[in-house]
């Protein structure tokens, strides 16, 4: 994944999503088979944290259909949300007769990639000011997006189990972690990462981090 798709993770992961499925929604209303929309819909949601993660990281999605027929979907410089949004709107529309199931296959940097959101999770701390310039004190990220107290993930099961969650204003945390800026917002703040032993590195005097920043070697 080059600089150029980072940045545009960056602006647009979160919008994706809720683009889809208005996307999703609309097309299916052109059709009387509601049922294929609604089921449509809901797996969007069921699937969607597995999708968005594998188009983050770069990742390859093993696809199959109800035929027991298994294909791959390459993920470096493909669009997987792409991919998958126009194989649901086929389905609405009658062109495909039953959705795919899709799975991301495990590669060399899988356990290096949780390795990294482990360490950023714990040790990030974001603070700065409101727009009324009251100071906000170091946050972890979990404090400020209202996620769970942050716990080691070991294996991508876990990871998807983790990114499913629901924060407490109701999103998914992967949809919160998209764009992670100060005290939950998408605001710029001064970015450090704390060491175990209470040393610390500058990491944005004034700034936001992506998705794919949590997966990368920040200390």
Not at 85 to 112: F, P
Not at 118 to 131: A, Q, T
């Amino acid at each position: 994944m080059n600089a150029v798709e980072k940045n545009k993770l960056k602006i647009i992961l979160v919008i994706t999503s809720i683009l889809t499925l208005v996307f999703i929604a609309i097309y299916g209303k052109e059709y009387v088979d509601e049922r294929r929309r609604d089921n449509a819909l809901k797996y969007y949601n069921e699937i969607s944290t597995v999708v968005i993660l594998a188009d983050t990281l770069g990742m390859d999605l093993e696809c199959s259909n109800n035929k027991g027929n298994t294909w791959v979907i390459k993920g470096n410089n493909t669009s997987l949300i792409d991919i998958v949004t126009q194989d649901i709107a086929d389905y609405i529309s009658g062109e495909k007769q039953s959705l795919y199931s899709y799975k991301i296959i495990e590669n060399e940097n899988t356990l290096k990639y949780i390795k990294n959101f482990n360490n950023n999770m714990k040790h990030i701390r974001i603070s700065g000011e409101n727009g009324a310039g009251i100071p906000i004190p170091p946050k972890t990220i979990s404090e400020g997006e209202g996620m769970e107290e942050f716990k080691d993930i070991s294996n991508l099961e876990e990871l998807l189990t983790y990114m499913h969650k629901i924060t407490k204003n109701g999103e998914y945390y992967l949809y919160a972690l998209s764009v992670v800026g100060l005290d939950g917002s998408g605001h710029n703040g001064k970015i450090t990462y704390v060491s175990d032993n209470g040393e610390e590195k500058i990491l944005k005097d004034s700034g936001r981090l992506s998705l794919f920043d949590l997966f990368e070697k920040l200390e």
